[in-house]
């Protein structure tokens, strides 16, 4: 089963579907740098957790239910009429993972953290209030961040100032690598179109060890195969969130081509 878009699969970032994607993607990003970073480092897939106490059209955290009276004890008098209804918005508790890469040589000390972003991280909020905080202490420590942002929606998050980013040209999406080198004012960038595969990514390592080659189109195409995501997405709906119209008739086409193909071969 192939992708249908040539890079990134805009279908994919739908906030229904994104959270299934970010599970499989961190684990699958985990596994493909193993073999290139044997035998000296060890890629893991740490956690962290916050509640989010927001309301988000994605996630069903709120509970409405219609209060019963009380059975009425010795003459108290029960008023008729409407019962008040009652709402109860509860936190949620979010697990985000992200990968890790331990050096084995220091105790497993923690060289380069790789961040995959999700709306929660984006929008004000618990969850982005989480992940700046980890941006600050991974920045503070002497590990390198990588992190990637395949979401157009929501507003920037990483590291690197949007203004930097976006001076240099457009992009749909994003991935900016910060070394633990110097005054850490110094970032790479990729900057990365909807219509063209997604490229490459140098990962850095310690002691001056060659960079870690990081194929993120691979790794997306691992997830999009394991998911059945070709069968489950609404291909026959807009793109959620909205693309531009040029874009979308463009989907459009990619996505009449792959579905006629069947017929094709029969």
Known sequence: MSMIFPGMDPYLEDPAVWPGVHSRMVVYLAD???????????????????????????????????????????????????????????????HESYVTILDRHSGQKIVTVIELVSPTNKYAGAGRDSYVAKQRDVLGSEAHLVEIDLLRAGPHVLTIPEWAARGRGPYDYLV??????????????????????????????????????????????QVYDAGFYRDLLAYDRPCVPPLPPADQAWADERIRAATAEPSQES
Do not use: H, W
């Open 176 to 221: 900016c690598v910060n070394r633990a080198v110097g005054l850490r004012d110094e970032y790479e960038v990729y900057r990365q179109s909807l219509r063209v595969p997604l490229t490459s990514v140098r990962v850095p390592l310690a002691d001056g060890d060659p960079d870690a080659m990081l194929d993120i189109q691979a790794v997306l195409s």
């Open 32 to 94: 493909y740098l193993q073999p290139r970073l044997q035998p000296r480092y060890i890629a893991a897939v740490e956690e962290r957790v916050f509640v989010e106490e927001t309301r988000r059209d994605m996630i069903p955290d709120v509970v409405l239910k219609r209060r019963r009276p009380g059975k009425p004890q010795g003459r108290v008098a029960v008023l008729e009429g409407n019962m008040p209804e009652v709402i109860r918005v509860s936190g949620l508790e979010i």
